[in-house]
T-cell receptor, first 114, second 110 residues
Framework: EADIYQTPRYLVIGTGKKITLECSQTMGHDKMYWYQQDPGMELHLIHYSYGVNSTEKGDLSSESTVSRIRTEHFPLTLESARPSHTSQYLC?????????????FGNGTRLTVT | AQRVTQPEKLLSVFKGAPVELKCNYSYSGSPELFWYVQYSRQRLQLLLRHISRESIKGFTADLNKGETSFHLKKPFAQEEDSAMYYCALRLQGLYGKLTFGQGTILTVHP
């Protein structure tokens, strides 16, 4: 079934560890996004991509990095996790054609750094 | 820079009452506006978009460029409408990047 998948759903990790949050979509969408969402707060765009080998930083500065080697895959990496990285991370995708194409969101990864 | 403001963090109404979730934006051009909703234990999803001028689940939203508002309305709230609602803005020509408001938690009491 065409969908967007995020793993893991929950992650608790110690300070200093390297982590990768996975995001994959099977809808053939060119555009993909990472948003950061603190509880009860607005979503902030931290990374986006228009297609393979395209990555851009979003509106909120983030120490994370992303890659887009394949259309369907848009992983987010933190080289050294810190407690300030504790948040919910939402991945989304949309079609390239037409600015009205809605964003399709994954279930999110809730990250806790201890 | 563009900004979306949802002044109410929490909104409570009783079933059958009218509900209005406020959204104001700051942008001098012609934006595209959306409402997204997140029900309990579900993912964030599109509710409606201004360009479609549609009614979804009884909700409507009208873009008022003079007041730079895009309020979400429903004449008779239902308990299943309880959710987190986000207003979002997309500038034309920016390939899909959305700017979200802070969100409003709507609770509809029986």
């Amino acid at each position: 079934e065409a969908d967007i998948y995020q793993t893991p759903r929950y992650l608790v990790i110690g300070t200093g560890k390297k982590i990768t949050l996975e995001c994959s979509q099977t809808m053939g969408h060119d555009k993909m996004y990472w948003y950061q969402q603190d509880p009860g707060m607005e979503l902030h765009l931290i990374h986006y991509s228009y297609g393979v080998n395209s990555t851009e930083k979003g509106d909120l500065s983030s120490e994370s990095t992303v890659s887009r080697i394949r259309t369907e895959h848009f992983p987010l990496t933190l080289e050294s996790a810190r407690p300030s990285h504790t948040s919910q991370y939402l991945c989304a995708s949309s079609e390239f054609r037409g600015n009205n194409s809605p964003l399709h969101f994954g279930n999110g990864t809730r990250l806790t750094v201890t | 820079a563009q900004r979306v403001t949802q002044p109410e963090k929490l909104l409570s109404v009783f079933k059958g009452a009218p509900v209005e979730l406020k959204c104001n934006y700051s942008y001098s051009g012609s934006p595209e506006l959306f409402w997204y909703v997140q029900y309990s234990r579900q993912r964030l999803q599109l509710l409606l978009r201004h360009i479609s001028r549609e009614s979804i689940k009884g909700f409507t939203a009208d873009l008022n460029k003079g007041e730079t508002s895009f309020h979400l309305k429903k004449p008779f709230a239902q308990e299943e409408d309880s959710a987190m609602y986000y207003c979002a803005l997309r500038l034309q020509g920016l390939y899909g990047k959305l700017t979200f408001g802070q969100g409003t938690i709507l609770t509809v009491h029986p």
